[in-house]
């Protein structure tokens, strides 16, 4: 089936600086993303969502992008503090016959003091 | 509110031994799932429910099990268990109003099977 991913797996960003994570999907129908912040140990916690219908939302220090004509979805963190050390996922509800979600690998991201 | 709750955090199980991962949420969400993740691989949706009384397989359901006779509660079970089946597991709930909401995960249940 089609398959949402990453395009790093690791990134590494200095404390203070904006931090900026990428996805791309391959299911051209997929109408609702979400991402993801998973910390050691932890179950997946949502962080912003974004529909179709729309190219960008903007939450707290959090920036969600989606450009669908190149099936690309973006997380933008500003100010990247210690606590933004974590793994991030994009997921994405086709909305299909399966209620559930389709994930990416997952990026992993570092901060440097 | 608990949220969602899972049971046990970790367990190991010899290759053939039954158990069940333990979910419970308090939201009143209709909609609940189980997922796997493996290392290197983002969560894959096991089996979910869209309300008590039904369920349906997601993309990898193959030996697990699970039943919703309640709203609050959806266990998963393991009937004969394979290395292939360690994983952690999420359990994971929203509610039904509208297709485009929060879905809450449990902490997750680590199991390794020798």
């Known amino acids: 089936g089609e398959s949402v991913g990453l395009h790093l797996p690791t990134l590494s960003v200095q404390e203070g600086d904006n931090s900026i994570i990428n996805c791309a999907y391959s299911n051209s129908a997929s109408d609702y993303f979400i991402w993801y912040k998973q910390e050691s140990g932890k179950g997946p916690q949502f962080i912003i969502d974004i529909r179709s219908n729309m190219d960008k939302r903007q939450g707290q220090r959090v920036t969600v992008l989606l450009n669908k004509t190149v099936k690309h979805l973006s997380l933008q963190i500003a100010a990247t503090q210690p606590g933004d050390s974590a793994v991030y996922f994009c997921a994405e509800n086709s909305g299909g016959g399966a209620d559930g979600l389709t994930f990416g690998k997952g990026t992993h991201l570092i901060i440097q003091p | 509110n608990a949220g969602v709750t899972q049971t046990p955090k970790f367990q190991v199980l010899k290759t053939g031994q039954s158990m069940t991962l333990q979910c419970a949420q308090d939201m009143n969400h209709e909609y609940m799932s189980w997922y796997r993740q493996d290392p290197g691989m983002g969560l894959r949706l096991i089996h979910y429910?869209?309300?008590?009384?039904?369920?349906d397989q997601g993309e990898v359901p193959n030996g697990y099990n699970v039943s919703r006779s309640t709203t609050e509660d959806f266990p998963l079970r393991l009937l004969s268990a394979a290395p292939s089946q360690t994983s952690v597991y999420f359990c994971?709930?929203?509610?039904?109003?509208?297709?485009?909401?929060?879905?809450?995960f449990g902490p997750g249940t680590r199991l390794t099977v020798l």
């Open positions: 429910s869209v309300g008590a009384g039904i369920t």
């Open positions: 994971a709930s929203r509610s039904d109003r509208g297709l485009y909401n929060e879905q809450f």
